[in-house]
């Protein structure tokens, strides 16, 4: 079965710190570009970073530039998203996709393969 599961998401304080992971199955991470996406409640999926499959990583958000870095390990086939300085504002379901090839790396339309979501929330 063809999947990704994302993992890490917590209750953290503001400016507190926490590491999502995706783990694939089924598929060859090293094959294909990932991204990170956050949705709101009431809100379109957003995206967060996303990294092609020779590693180059692009900011979706400009919220997150300096605080939020994505990286990959093929050889574990899986993906993940540090959060530093967490804020009150990335309250959010987080959730990995997986493509072969993307013009927009940041369009969530994009994507072909979805996690099911992990929740963060940034509260005192």
């Known amino acids: 079965q063809k999947q990704l599961v994302e993992s890490g998401g917590d209750l953290v304080q503001p400016g507190g710190s926490l590491r999502l992971s995706c783990a694939a199955s089924?598929?060859?991470?090293?094959?294909?570009?990932i991204g990170w996406f956050r949705q709101f409640p009431g809100k379109e999926r957003e995206g967060v970073s996303s990294i092609s499959r020779t590693g180059t990583s692009t900011t979706c958000a400009d919220s997150v530039k300096g605080r939020f870095t994505i990286a990959r390990h093929d050889a574990k086939n899986t993906f993940y998203l540090q959060m530093d300085g967490l804020r009150p504002e990335d309250t959010a379901r987080y959730y990995c996709a997986a493509v072969i090839n993307s013009p927009n790396p940041c369009d969530h339309g994009t994507y072909f393969y979805w996690g099911q979501g992990t929740q963060v929330t940034v509260s005192s």
């Open positions: 089924g598929i060859a991470l090293r094959y294909y570009a």
